[in-house]
């Protein structure tokens, strides 16, 4: 079964960026994060439309 959430250390990996930017990033408010207690995760399928979104962005 595929993992559908991920966490903010795996975002850092996945995108190739610092933890603290990967922090920053889930902070802003078009990113998609669930939060449960303190914990912050990142759907899966949300982040790669989130992904495709932006990324046509100049």
Request: hydrophobic share 40%; proline share 7%; aromatic share 6%.
């Amino acid at each position: 079964m595929e993992k559908t959430t991920m966490s903010v250390q795996e975002l850092s990996a996945q995108l190739g960026i610092s933890l603290p930017k990967a922090y920053e990033l889930v902070k802003t408010p078009d990113f998609p994060t669930i939060r449960i207690g303190t914990r912050i995760l990142i759907p899966v399928d949300a982040f790669r439309e989130w992904l495709i979104i932006n990324s046509s962005h100049e």
